[in-house]
């Protein structure tokens, strides 16, 4: 019986080392990438219809960037949380959004729903530090229930719907580069 445990605490250990050496391979092997231009390139070619129209919404300046007292595993976070918000305001009255191709909104949603699901699953093999919900993500939070609340207020309108398409795929490029600032982190460093 105690060989039977010690051998299987070995291996659970052998496992758990593998595991936590790898870091995220979603990230480190660049495999985010195809999606993520996958992503933008959906949103890029719906809507177009009111360009003229813009919300006075900026993303928070510290968003998107390497602080120093974060850890790696508090940026993949922040892009965590930012796709969970956008999918979040992209399943809000779905239905309104009339004049997009269907297909495409549904490609452009698995899409985010499985940068989400990548990310969470990064996120149990990080190091992060005591405080993971920092002043950033706080912020940027603020500024996803902005877009939200824009959009409640226009009644979901065709022209709100451009002003967020906008501005979320301003959100995309940025997470774009920052990930793959993070994807460098990550080979320059075993810390993880």
């Not at 070619?45 to 390497?66: D, L, N, Q, W």
């Not at 405080?131 to 207020?153: A, C, P, Q, V």
């Amino acid at each position: 019986m105690g060989r039977n445990i010690f051998a299987f605490c070995f291996v659970l250990s052998l496992l758990c080392g593998c595991c936590s050496s790898l870091g995220c391979k979603w990230i480190k092997d660049d495999l985010y990438k195809p999606t993520s231009k996958e992503t933008m390139n959906l949103l890029k070619h719906m809507g177009k219809e009111f360009v003229k129209e813009r919300a006075h919404m900026h993303i928070p300046p510290k968003a998107y960037k390497m602080h120093t007292h974060m850890k790696l595993g508090d940026n993949v976070f922040e892009v965590y949380e930012a796709f969970l918000n956008i999918s979040k305001i992209f399943n809000l009255n779905e239905d309104s959004v009339t004049t997009w191709n269907r297909t495409a909104l549904d490609i452009f949603r698995n899409n985010l729903y499985r940068q989400t699901k990548e990310l969470k699953s990064c996120m149990q093999e990080m190091k992060y530090s005591e405080n993971r919900r920092s002043t950033e993500i706080k912020t940027l939070e603020s500024y996803f229930k902005k877009l939200e609340h824009f959009l409640e207020n226009k009644n979901y309108s065709a022209r709100a719907w451009e002003v967020i398409r906008i501005q979320v795929q301003d959100n995309l490029e940025r997470m774009d580069r920052f990930t793959a600032h993070i994807r460098t982190h990550m080979m320059d460093n075993s810390n993880v």
